[in-house]
């Protein structure tokens, strides 16, 4: 059993119940909102409901459990509500996984909306600056996911990550979720073993592997380059099965946390379905 491969769980009905939820379809690491994705300000939980919270989890066995921002955040837009609204999001998320005692939070970068990359890159930069300053409950680690590059999504190349690290006056809180859905529709190829090793030889030179902190293990529905943000389930898509057994079996990885965001059925059965095939692949090579 891969004790750092796991999938997003749902925290219905209490946060608390994500740990349990996630032994339960046999996860070793797990994915979690911390509040409903689809409001900008979340309930605050309560400190039963956090101490509750920290209990479950050491009982879990799990090795960890990482945070996933809400997706209505957008650090790259310009100055007035939505940017505003964002950096409060983005602050309340940091406290809460303070509090909770999770320490890394996955998030996308953003979008620029027609202001251009560059201008994107420099919001994402001076956002962070001061939502660090801001929060300094949080000790954690920023996780900047790498997109598909949908739109004028930011974090489509390995540049934009760098670029966001080496601008910021706190370059040691950041490290990467490498998406593999995203990353193929961005134009890396990892589906033959000479492709793999070349995206991780620039990956290594652009970002170093040392900042590589999660995996999202996605197969993706369009072809590399399309731009497009689909999931599919491991091996079913695009990338194909090869592509998951270079990274189930590539012993750099071993420990870094793998989380699937593939589509759910009921129950989790389908989690517990590519979490079988990905470990299928660890066992046989």
């Known amino acids: 059993m891969n004790d750092f491969l796991g999938a997003h769980v749902s925290i219905a009905g209490g946060i608390y119940n ?5 032994a339960k379809a046999g996860c070793g690491v797990i994915q979690v909102f911390t509040q409903n994705t689809n409001q900008w300000r979340g309930k605050l939980i309560s400190d039963p409901d956090i101490l509750l919270f920290r209990e479950k989890l050491a009982e879990s066995g799990l090795n960890e459990v990482i945070s996933h921002d809400i997706y209505l955040i957008n650090l790259a837009a310009a100055p ?5 609204k964002s950096l409060n999001g983005f602050r309340e998320e940091m406290i809460r996984c303070a509090r909770l005692g999770i320490g890394k939070i996955v ?12 201008v994107g890159l420099r ?8 939502l660090i300053a801001e929060a300094p409950a949080y000790t954690g680690k920023i996780l900047l996911e790498t997109t598909a590059g949908q739109g004028t999504n930011l974090g489509y190349t390995f540049e934009h990550l760098r670029t966001i690290i080496d601008g910021s006056a706190h370059p040691d809180r950041f490290g990467v979720c490498y998406d593999t859905c995203h ?26 592997l040392d900042r590589l902190q999660c995996f ?3 197969d993706s529905k369009k072809g590399l380059n399309c731009r497009v943000d ?18 189930m079996n590539d012993p750099r990885f071993a420990r870094i946390p793998k989380i699937l965001e593939t589509p759910k059925g009921d129950n989790n059965e389908m989690d517990e379905i590519n979490l079988k095939v990905l470990r299928d692949m660890a066992e046989k090579a």
């Open 80 to 84: 007035g509500e939505l940017r505003d």
């Open 216 to 218: 999202h293990l996605n």
């Open 107 to 118: 998030m996308h970068p953003g979008a620029h909306n027609g202001d251009g990359e560059e």
């Open 18 to 22: 994500a740990p349990e939820r996630g």
């Open 183 to 208: 990353t193929f529709a961005a134009g890396y190829d990892i589906t033959s073993e000479a492709a793999y090793h070349k995206v991780w030889d620039e990956f290594d030179r652009v970002i170093g």
């Open 230 to 247: 689909r999931h599919e389930h491991i091996g079913k898509g695009a990338i194909g099965a090869a592509g998951f057994s270079l990274i």
């Open 123 to 130: 919001r994402i930069i001076e956002a962070f600056d001061q």
